[in-house]
């Protein structure tokens, strides 16, 4: 891609301390020349507003990698079928963010800075665009799917058992997004819990965050039977598959997630897990017997359990982090990493004190921090959302 990535990241950077109202702005120039779009979004936007922002901030860091940019992009296209996007919508978008550049950045905006957000955003929309024509042929732009287990593990914590309308193509490691009724318009991503089955169905793990709307509606209003709508698949924190090494997981809280749905489909391979599960309380290690009971159905897989805040918990005590830096050496093993962000961020430290390769760990992308070279986001994944 002939652009000048220097140019267009310095400009970006002078943005920073005013995304709020340049958000808004760009929201209203879309809204006000297209009236008809703002049904496609939910009514409260301000945290829509920050997942664009997000976007493209990940989105301009990527343009010196080519590769992974297209990649992300294509993922993009495909998922943003579910909220109706269709090639006109490009247009209108382009043309708002092209505004709000122009006026937060001032004099700063010359012909030649527009030339190449211009060329930025044609390459955004052309590889979205031909990702979604190359999708329409072979699958929906969502899935129905009906609940068909929901178990409360704690308060604000549910596992969730849905049955898809129809395959819904995936890999061990990816997320999706899912809609509820109780909350029209609003998309939230959430890792699957197992490998493909020949059954279809797909396990959740939703934790109830406080003032999230969707997780709250999962984990305490949904019910068997009642139905959801499901995205496609994206992530790309999956088995490496030119690998036979072994793999170390370490999980906290619903970073378990995925990483129970990888080492299942290592386990299959005949390869070997070591599988960390951190939580605060004994109480919060929500999955541990469907843990143990795959253990005692694989002998390849050992879980290793540790408590961090609760001084008289019998087994492991202190953080998943601590506890991978006190068991053996890694560096021959493939590493995948979830949870919460600042359990991720301690953990790839001990990682890295502890000599293991950078290209051998993944996890979430989290700022200053490196993923390894596919990386990927079941908590709040990277997605140029400013159409939902």
Same mark, same amino acid.
């Given at each position: 891609?002939?652009?000048?990535?220097?140019l267009?990241?310095?400009? @970006?950077?002078l #943005? /920073?301390?005013?995304? !709020?109202? $340049?958000?808004?702005?760009?929201?209203? &120039?879309?809204?006000? %020349?297209?009236?008809d779009?703002?049904?496609?979004f939910p009514?409260?936007?301000?945290?829509q507003?920050?997942?664009? @922002?997000r976007s #493209? /901030?990940?989105l301009? !860091?990527? $343009?010196d990698?080519?590769?992974?940019? &297209?990649?992300?992009? %294509?993922?993009?296209g495909?998922?943003?079928?579910?909220?109706?996007?269709?090639?006109?919508?490009y247009?209108?978008?382009?043309?708002?963010l092209l505004?709000?550049?122009?006026r937060?950045?001032?004099?700063?905006w010359?012909?030649?800075?527009?030339?190449?957000?211009t060329a930025v955003?044609?390459?955004?929309?052309?590889?979205?665009?031909?990702?979604?024509r190359d999708?329409?042929?072979s699958?929906?732009?969502?899935?129905?799917?009906e609940?068909?287990?929901?178990?409360?593990?704690?308060?604000?914590?549910?596992v969730l058992?849905?049955?898809?309308?129809?395959?819904?193509?995936?890999?061990a490691?990816?997320?999706?997004t899912?809609q509820?009724?109780?909350?029209?318009r609003?998309?939230?991503?959430y890792?699957?819990?197992?490998?493909?089955?020949e059954?279809?169905l797909?396990?959740?793990?939703?934790r109830?965050?406080?003032?999230g709307?969707?997780?709250?509606?999962?984990?305490r209003?949904?019910e068997?039977?009642?139905?959801?709508?499901?995205g496609p698949?994206?992530?790309s924190?999956?088995?490496?598959?030119?690998?036979d090494?072994?793999?170390?997981c370490?999980a906290?809280?619903?970073?378990?997630?995925?990483l129970k749905?990888l080492?299942?489909?290592?386990?299959?391979?005949?390869?070997?897990?070591?599988l960390?599960?951190?939580?605060?309380?004994?109480?919060?290690?929500y999955?541990l017997?469907?843990?143990?009971a795959?253990?005692?159905?694989h002998?390849?897989?050992?879980?290793i359990?540790?408590v961090?805040?609760?001084?008289f918990?019998?087994?492991l005590?202190?953080?998943?982090?601590?506890?991978?830096?006190?068991?053996?050496?890694?560096?021959?093993?493939d590493?995948?990493?979830?949870?919460?962000?600042?359990?991720?961020?301690?953990?790839?430290?001990?990682?890295?004190?502890?000599?293991?390769?950078?290209?051998r760990?993944?996890?979430?992308?989290?700022?200053g921090?490196?993923?390894?070279p596919?990386?990927?986001?079941p908590?709040?994944?990277?997605a140029?959302d400013y159409?939902q």
């Open positions: 891609m002939a652009v000048n990535t220097a267009v990241k310095e400009s @970006f950077a #943005l /920073a301390p005013r995304i !709020e109202p $340049l958000t808004a702005y760009f929201y209203a &120039r879309l809204f006000a %020349a297209n009236p779009l703002r049904t496609m009514p409260a936007m301000d945290g507003r920050g997942r664009l @922002f #493209l /901030a990940e301009v !860091e990527m $343009l990698e080519p590769a992974g940019l &297209r990649a992300r992009l %294509a993922e993009m495909r998922d943003h079928r579910k909220y109706g996007t269709n090639e006109e919508h247009t209108a978008v382009g043309e708002a505004a709000a550049l122009g937060f950045l001032g004099p700063r010359t012909p030649a800075l527009q030339q190449e957000w955003y044609g390459l955004i929309a052309d590889t979205m665009k031909q990702a979604a999708a329409a042929e699958t929906p732009s969502w899935w129905i799917g609940i068909v287990g929901h178990e409360r593990r704690a308060d604000d914590l549910a058992t849905v049955r898809p309308d129809q395959p819904l193509p995936f890999a490691g990816q997320y999706l899912v509820t009724s109780h909350w029209p609003e998309w939230r991503p890792s699957i819990a197992n490998p493909p089955r059954d279809g797909i396990g959740l793990h939703v109830a965050l406080p003032g709307w969707v997780s709250g509606a999962l984990v209003r949904a068997v039977g009642q139905a959801l709508l499901l698949a994206r992530g924190m999956t088995l490496d598959p030119g690998s090494r072994d793999l170390l370490v906290g809280g619903t970073g378990l997630a995925p749905a080492a299942e489909e290592a386990l299959a391979r005949g390869r070997r897990v070591l960390v599960f951190g939580a605060r309380t004994g109480k919060r290690l999955d017997d469907g843990l143990r795959l253990a005692a159905a002998p390849g897989l050992r879980v359990p540790t961090s805040d609760e001084p918990h019998p087994g005590q202190g953080t998943a982090a601590e506890a991978v830096g006190g068991l053996r050496d890694w560096s021959e093993h590493v995948y990493v979830a949870g919460p962000p600042g359990m991720i961020s301690a953990t790839v430290a001990r990682l890295r004190r502890l000599d293991v390769p950078d290209e760990v993944r996890h979430d992308p989290l700022p921090v490196a993923g390894g596919l990386p990927a986001s908590s709040a994944p990277p140029l159409l």
